[in-house]
């Protein structure tokens, strides 16, 4: 008889690049965020058995989906292929949404599936595993969403190959509001229309505001935070594809907001604000340009979120 645990946990949405950081930074924030359900089975192997809030589109096989290969990449490092393993996954947020969607279903996979095994690996070492989910679902190897989701808080990557990762701090009273606009932009048309080559001159400007970022959250210095929040490289080309952006950034902006930019590859949009009433106000001046287009939106306001993919219900069933 197979143990009977099950364990259902939650892996949160995630705001990647943060304006000056692309590919290299990325926070986590409260709600949404993706849930996944594991219970053992007497059926060898990993069978995705529900999947809720994907509109029928996702895969039960689990080699096509991005849960199934984030688990299944994990069970197979360590020799498990035949574990059996029920999963079930219930999107809380859409996909292209800019949301860190499927890097949050990813986490939750792999989380989940080492938690319930008796956790032979600690939260930092599912790193590649989760990357594997990701670059399956969206084909590029960025840890900027997966590494908030996975560790919480604010995750700086010095390097996507190497997979080196470092935590930073977050000044207590920063707080973020997110908008989603009801659009949908694939990461892969979102990253096509990069340059391949920059002007040194925007490298340089890059580099000194993803610096100046970092040094803001060490020394909890929010004018820094505010002057380093400028995305010269990204931000210009993917403007285009989310209506009203600039009109949005400026009603941001004049509501308070410390910065303003995109969301990893967008529609949603992000600003990092001082206090939540700040980022509450913020967040409905830029809802209300969406609606204005008119976009049905969402809007979330949240602290950085320090906790990242966690347990919520855990049950051993008689
Ligand atoms: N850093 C990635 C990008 C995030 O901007 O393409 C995608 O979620």
Redesign the pocket.
């Known amino acids: 008889m197979p143990d009977s645990k099950e364990i259902r946990v939650f892996a949160p949405a995630t705001v990647?690049?943060v304006a000056c950081g692309?590919?290299v930074l990325g926070f986590a924030i409260n709600a949404p965020g993706d849930e996944v359900v594991v219970r053992h089975s007497d059926k060898p192997g990993l069978h995705i058995t529900k999947i809720t809030g994907d509109n029928g589109k996702l895969p039960k096989n689990p080699a096509q989906n991005t849960a199934g290969v984030a688990a299944l990449d994990l069970l197979k490092h360590l020799g498990m292929m035949d574990r059996g393993i029920e999963m079930e996954i219930h999107k809380k947020m859409p996909f292209g949404s800019?949301l860190?969607s499927s890097a949050a279903s990813a986490v939750a996979g792999a989380y989940a599936v080492n938690k319930l095994i008796g956790s032979p690996l600690s939260r930092k070492q599912l790193l590649p595993f989760t990357m594997a989910g990701e670059a399956f679902a969206?084909g590029?190897w960025?840890a900027?969403?997966v590494g908030p989701c996975l560790m919480g808080g604010i995750v700086f990557i010095r390097s996507n190959a190497e997979l080196d990762i470092a935590q930073l701090p977050a000044p207590k009273n920063l707080w973020a509001a997110v908008v989603h606009p009801d659009i949908e932009i694939l990461?892969k048309v979102?990253?096509e229309i990069l340059p391949k080559e920059i002007p040194l001159e925007n490298a340089t400007q890059q580099i000194g505001n993803l610096g100046g970022l970092i040094c803001g959250l060490i020394q909890e210095d929010y004018g820094m935070i505010s002057r380093s929040i400028h995305d010269v490289i990204?931000e210009p080309r993917r403007q285009k594809l989310i209506p009203d952006f600039y009109k949005a950034k400026r009603a941001a902006l004049s509501a308070g907001a410390l910065g303003f930019s995109i969301s990893?590859?967008g529609p949603s949009v992000f600003a990092l604000c001082e206090g939540e009433e700040s980022a509450r106000k913020v967040a409905d001046a830029v809802s209300k340009v969406f609606s204005a287009v008119p976009l049905t939106n969402q809007a979330y306001v949240s602290p950085i979120n320090t906790t990242g993919v966690h347990v919520i219900e855990e049950s051993t069933k008689s």
């Open positions: 990647a690049n692309y590919d800019g860190g969206d590029a960025h900027d969403n990461t979102a990253r990204a990893g590859a």
